[in-house]
């Protein structure tokens, strides 16, 4: 029974049914679960004249706080038991694959945003799924319609 359990979650708040199955397999299994966000490595944000708007550092600190709060409120939804959110920049599958060795994840929960056989081919779940030893959940994680 998978005891640590990471969760990338994506920008896109994950369905109601892809919450209530997260949730109710980490209180059936007593897990802790690690939310994770990753988010493109921060640059200097300029204007349409070259200006510099804002320091990859200002940018950085602005993407964790977007990534925080969009982890914050999957808590919620979750109910917030035994529940850590984490931030990481750069490349997801690298981040993900990364922050399931740093946690010591049971089980990685990946969301699908289709019912096809393999929607995720060729994207971070194909990819995360192709290199990494850790059992993979896969749960569809967005209504078909297109809402979040």
Known sequence: MAKRILVPISPRMPSDPFMTVLGDL???AGATVRLLHVAASPTNVVDEDGRIVAYADQER???QAEGHDLLQVV???L???SVDVGVRFGDPVTEILAEAA???ADLIVLG???RRRFPFRGGVAWEVLRRTEVPIALLRSSRRDGAA
């Open 79 to 81: 109910g917030g038991e």
């Open 61 to 63: 600190f602005r993407l």
């Open 102 to 104: 740093d946690f010591g």
């Open 112 to 114: 699908t945003g289709d």
């Open 26 to 28: 980490a209180r059936g």
């Open 75 to 77: 808590n919620l939804t």
